[in-house]
């Protein structure tokens, strides 16, 4: 018989929602789990979403208030989607609690609550999951097991970004994303946290950083209470409010190993919808994939080359790619986001369920932090800023 795993979830938006979802399907899904996931309680502070946590999605009980969620018997892993701001005192109230954590990126809102969170959680000796779900797309695990074996060659160039219109509308809601003192910072800490995790993941570490910043769109419609989502707009008469973090990130970096790259994040621009893509060099070849074609890698392989005509092999996801098998079979039979997001939860309660440490884990946010902060200095002094490890023996 397997063990059951409880689950709590903190903030019942989109992906409080959507982490939910997935629990509930993974026994659907994959026969080889080693445990059975739970709903045990949620908590929101608001009452409609509170109501279908347990009309909709079968928890037992839900609550305004978040302690609840910490203190529950039954609950073993607490799941923080709440806005950034707040995720240092979820998480290290959960940890302290000796309740195992998944928290989404980039876990605090500043770097400083994100190194004080990994040191909590490194105190409690809790399993620590962190929502880099892009990780997880069974074309971007094809992508790294080519690199590891050495088919690009040795990397020379990688270029990453995320280009995004959920904040490209001057009536998009002043929901907690644009506010610093809810969010944190802006799109380097919502969707530039993304990018740089797969470029560690794929590359490596970043000795150093340029960076520049901008907000664009400088006043939005206040949001009322409930009316959260970023893709949320109001009325042109609405009263507005200032939007206080940034709407563009770009950054020009040196890996460790020598590679360059260059880094660009909007959350405001007009053309593409949701682009978080990445473009990867060698000596030998070279690989590109955007979530906009979740489903397609580009490969170009010089050891391949017969002759003309030259050019991309455009791969379709299929079962023959990590965890795409368990969603549909054959080749070219598409998954989407939350089916990635499903694979990320499976696999940090299957660490959970073993006692080890996932990955990515609070390590992987500090590596993420470390490098923001070193983009935050370059964007005041206008000069090149070596990336310098927080935490551990490098905390503030």
């Known amino acids: 018989m397997r063990p059951t795993i409880g689950v709590g979830v ?18 659907t899904l994959f026969p080889e789990r080693t445990y059975d996931p739970r709903l045990v309680i949620c908590a929101d502070s608001v009452a409609a979403r509170r109501e279908e946590a347990v009309g909709s999605f079968g ?8 302690r609840q969620v910490v203190a529950h018997p039954d609950v073993d892993v607490v799941v923080v989607a709440a806005p950034n701001m707040l995720h240092e005192q979820l998480c290290v109230a ?18 400083e609550q ?14 620590t999951g962190v929502g880099y779900n892009y990780r997880w797309v069974p074309l971007v695990l094809h992508a790294r097991e080519l690199i590891g074996a050495g088919r690009l060659g040795d990397i020379t160039n990688y270029r990453g970004r995320f280009f995004s219109m959920y904040g490209s509308d001057p009536l998009g809601l002043l929901s907690w994303r644009f ?32 960076g520049t910043r901008e907000t664009f769109i400088r006043q939005r419609p206040r949001a009322q209470p ?18 206080t973090n940034e709407d563009y990130a770009g950054a020009l970096v040196v890996f460790a190993n020598g590679a360059r790259g260059a880094f660009e994040c909007s959350r405001s621009m007009v053309g593409p919808e949701s682009q978080m893509a990445f473009e990867i060099y060698g000596t030998k070849g070279s690989i590109a994939w955007n979530l906009e074609q979740l489903n397609e890698l580009q490969i170009y392989l010089a050891d391949d080359d017969g002759g003309w005509p030259r050019g991309y092999t455009t791969v379709y996801g299929g079962d023959r790619y990590p965890f795409h098998g368990h969603f549909v079979p054959g080749d070219a039979n598409s998954i989407g986001f939350e089916d990635v997001v499903t694979i990320e939860d499976f696999a940090f309660l299957t660490s959970v369920a073993a006692g080890e440490q996932h990955e990515p884990g609070m390590e992987a946010a ?31």
């Open 94 to 111: 959960a940890a302290d609690a000796g309740k195992h954590l998944f928290c989404e990126k980039p876990v605090g809102g500043t770097p």
């Open 179 to 210: 506010l610093q003192d809810q969010a944190g910072y802006g799109v380097s800490s919502d969707i530039l946290s993304h990018t740089v995790d797969l470029a560690h993941l794929l590359v490596g570490p970043i000795a150093s950083v340029v």
């Open 10 to 27: 903190i903030g019942f938006g989109w992906m409080g929602q959507a982490h939910s979802r997935s629990y509930l399907r993974i026994p």
């Open 226 to 243: 409930g009316e959260g989502s970023h893709y949320a707009t109001g009325r042109p008469d609405d009263p507005v409010g200032e939007v």
């Open 114 to 127: 994100t190194v004080r969170i990994a040191a909590a959680a490194r105190r409690a000796g809790v399993v």
């Open 59 to 66: 928890f037992p009980a839900a609550t305004e208030d978040w």
């Open 366 to 396: 500090l590596d993420y932090v470390s490098f923001q902060d070193a983009w935050l200095r370059s964007c005041d002094s206008g000069a090149w800023e070596s990336v310098t490890r927080l935490g551990h023996g490098g905390s503030r």
